[in-house]
C-alpha cells in the first residue's frame, strides 16, 4: 500500500535559516504528492502541490520538487521566519483514489 | 478561512456516552472526508462521502459512524466512548476537480477536540 515517511521533529532553527524536511514515499504508479501545513490551533491548509515528475510545487518562499527516481519529495525554504513556525505534512494520493495517505508530521520551530 | 466549518469546536464528555460532530464543506464541494488527529497516530483517515454516498473508509470503528446528508453537511457519531477517543477530528472536504487523478486539494476545517473523562 502506499505510505509516507518523514524526518522526525521537532526542527528547531533560527530566523533567517535555511530548512530542509524530507519526504520520502512508496506508491504504486505516479501519485500526485502535497505538502500541508497546520498552524497551531488551526486545521491542515494545502502550502504546495506536485502531480507529475519533476514537477516542482511553491507558494510562499516554499519549494518542493517531485523526484521519481529517488521517491522523495523533500520541502526547503531558503529563509524562515517565526511566522514559519507550524507543522508540516507530506502526504500523497494515487490515481483513482481519493483519499491521500499522510505522513505523521513534522515540528518546525523558529526562534527569533 | 478555508470555508470549512465545523462545530462544536470543544467537547467534554464522560467515558460511555455519545457525542455528534457536525461540518459543513465548502460551497459545491460535494466529498467530505473525517480523520482523527491525535499524540500518538498521527492523522488517521476515518471515512468518506460523496454526494451522500459512503465511499472508503478507513481506520474508523465499528462505534463510530457517519452519514451526509442532502444539503451535503455531514456528521460524525461517536457513541460508547473511550478515554482513548480523546482527540483532534477533522472534516475536510474537496471539489473532485481532477478527475480521479487524484490531484484533489483538501480542505480542512478547525477541527473538534474532543475530551473524554
Known amino acids: 500500500g502506499n505510505s509516507v515517511t518523514q524526518m522526525e521533529g521537532p526542527v528547531t532553527l533560527s530566523e533567517e535559516a535555511f530548512l530542509t524536511i524530507n519526504c520520502t514515499y512508496t506508491?504504486?504508479?505516479?501519485?500526485?504528492l502535497f505538502w500541508y501545513v497546520q498552524y497551531p490551533g488551526e486545521g491542515l491548509q494545502l502550502l504546495l502541490k506536485?502531480?507529475?515528475?519533476?514537477d516542482k510545487g511553491s507558494n510562499k518562499g516554499f519549494e518542493a520538487t517531485y523526484r521519481k527516481e529517488t521517491t522523495s519529495f523533500h520541502l526547503e525554504k531558503g529563509s524562515v521566519q517565526v511566522s514559519d513556525s507550524a507543522v508540516y505534512f507530506c502526504?500523497?494520493?494515487?490515481?483513482?483514489?481519493?483519499?491521500?495517505?499522510f505522513g505523521r508530521g513534522t515540528s518546525l520551530i523558529v526562534h527569533p | 478561512d478555508s470555508g470549512v466549518t465545523q462545530t462544536p469546536k470543544h467537547l467534554i464528555t464522560a467515558t460511555g456516552q455519545r457525542v455528534t460532530l457536525r461540518c459543513s464543506p465548502r460551497?459545491?464541494?460535494?466529498?467530505v472526508y473525517w480523520y482523527q488527529q491525535s499524540l500518538d497516530q498521527g492523522l488517521q483517515f476515518l471515512i468518506h462521502?460523496?454526494?451522500?454516498?459512503?465511499?472508503a473508509k478507513g481506520n474508523i470503528l465499528e462505534r463510530f459512524s457517519a452519514q451526509q446528508f442532502p444539503d451535503l453537511h455531514s456528521e460524525l457519531n461517536l457513541s460508547s466512548l473511550e478515554l482513548g477517543d480523546s482527540a483532534l477530528y477533522f472534516c475536510?472536504?474537496?471539489?473532485?476537480?481532477?478527475?480521479?487523478?487524484?490531484?484533489?486539494?483538501?480542505?480542512f476545517g478547525p477541527g473538534t477536540r474532543l475530551t473524554v473523562l
Open positions: 506536485a502531480t507529475k515528475a519533476d
Open positions: 462521502y460523496y454526494n451522500g454516498e459512503e465511499r
Open positions: 502526504a500523497l494520493s494515487g490515481r483513482g483514489s481519493y483519499i491521500p495517505t
Open positions: 506508491a504504486t504508479g505516479y501519485p500526485s
Open positions: 475536510a472536504s474537496s471539489d473532485g476537480t481532477s478527475g480521479g487523478l487524484g490531484a484533489d486539494t483538501q480542505y
Open positions: 460551497s459545491g464541494d460535494l466529498s
